[in-house]
């Protein structure tokens, strides 16, 4: 082989062996300190679509609220209570705003665990009525045993798993 050959191979094999390098810098980077900025700015546009005013409802004699939703009122939870978990036994008051879930620093419920997502899931109040959305997390929301994919209502006392934490809404 003519020397010229082996540098050229030489320096394609040192250029290949930089992408890993930077591939493996990369990765952890995004492991450690979570997701890119588009990643949070598609989350942050989700959230600003989610509280947006909703539509008015067109029931046309709606019953009264404790005939509608049987033996469980929604609309008169006033705190998250965590049944099982690192946190057990924490209780986190209800406000009008939105509750986040997640690893994250800036969540409402912030949770240390291996299973959970930065930005797992997010408990807001709609026409009364508590809904579950889970964020894209990578392990999912379960709400009574069912993976949540759409915004769910939650009911007080049904239990709702995120990651090794289990919560419910009580009243």
Known sequence: MSELTLLVLRFGFLILLW??????VYALRSDLFGQTRKAEERKQAAARAASSPPKPRVDPAPAP????????????????????GTKQGT????????????????????????????????????????????????????????RVGAP??????A????????FELRG
């Open 65 to 84: 609220r404790a005939a509608r939703s049987g033996n469980a009122t929604v609309h008169n939870a006033s705190r998250i209570v965590i049944t099982s």
């Open 152 to 157: 769910t209502q939650v009911k007080l006392g």
């Open 91 to 146: 209780e986190i008051p209800l406000g009008k705003g939105p509750i986040t879930v997640g690893r994250s620093s800036d969540s409402t419920l912030v949770l240390r665990d291996d299973y959970t997502s930065t930005h797992h899931a997010r408990l807001l109040l709609w026409n009364d009525d508590w809904m579950l959305q889970d964020l894209d997390s990578t392990n999912g929301t379960f709400l009574s045993g069912k």
């Open 19 to 24: 992408f890993f390098v930077l591939g493996v």
């Open 159 to 166: 239990p709702i798993k995120v990651g090794q934490t289990t």
